[in-house]
């Protein structure tokens, strides 16, 4: 049995935060009037990159933001169970979540189309590649701090990965904490508890002996900019 029993939302020290909002702000801004004046939007075209598809202007502008350290997701969970949690468990579930969601198959990459155009594009990576790793260590906060601190390597791939802490054992029950890093292109809170249901289930499948990758959805659609979202509130626009 495997069960999510807390979670811990980011942490990170106020001076970081301040310094975060800042420079993220500032990115947003010059981005954005950047984008405005070129005129960029989004195309769902994906004959440049066969599998993959093109970023909108605000997915483009979180992983700029995700590549500067500022909006690097770190969400720590702490899971019981009646069995030892490892490295070679939580790769095996990490490969089925990986098969099933293909943005968790992607990269980022520039792209120039024909007309010398550079386009932003989440790209199918060569390799089927999970980045799962053990944790030696005794303090989980401050492994969440490191965490937070460490960008995604948006243009190798993959947007994600995930830290294993086992903590201890008590009444034969395990307790073990997960550290689960994303690149926010690809995930916001609400998807990521589902994230963590979905991993989770994947793991109780192994110990009962099914390790059978599961079908892969479609490409997620593109997320519809800013501003088209305040058009489509107020009523002036469809998405």
């Known amino acids: 049995m495997l069960s999510l029993t807390e979670l811990k939302l980011d942490r990170i ?3 970081y935060q301040a310094l975060g909002a800042v420079c993220g702000l500032g990115v947003a801004y010059l981005t954005m009037r950047s984008v405005l004046r070129k005129g960029i939007k989004p195309e769902t075209e994906t004959t440049l990159v066969p599998g993959g598809r093109e970023m909108s202007g605000d997915e483009w502008l979180m992983n700029v933001m995700d590549d500067l350290g500022v909006f690097t997701n770190c969400y720590v969970h702490f899971v019981e169970s009646k069995l030892p949690v490892t490295k070679e468990l939580v790769t095996k579930a990490a490969k089925m979540i990986r098969a099933r969601h293909p943005l968790l198959r992607m990269r980022i990459d520039d792209i120039c189309d024909k007309r010398g155009k550079v386009r932003h594009y989440f790209v199918p990576m060569e390799d089927e590649i999970v980045d799962v790793e053990m944790i030696d260590k005794s303090d989980w906060q401050d492994v969440h701090t490191a965490e937070l601190m460490q960008s995604i390597n948006s243009k190798t791939g993959p947007l994600w990965r995930i830290r294993v802490m ?3 054992k008590e009444n034969e029950v395990y307790e073990t904490i997960l550290f689960v890093s994303f690149n926010h292109t690809i ?3 609400n998807v990521m508890m589902q994230f963590i249901d979905q991993l989770l289930s994947y793991m109780s499948s192994i110990v ?4 059978d990758l599961p079908e892969s959805l479609p490409m997620v659609p593109c997320l519809p900019s800013m501003c088209n979202l305040n058009n489509y509130m107020v009523g002036v626009a469809e998405i």
């Open 208 to 211: 009962e002996g099914n390790e």
């Open 166 to 168: 086992p903590n201890s």
């Open 13 to 15: 020290p106020i001076g």
């Open 187 to 189: 995930i916001d809170g």
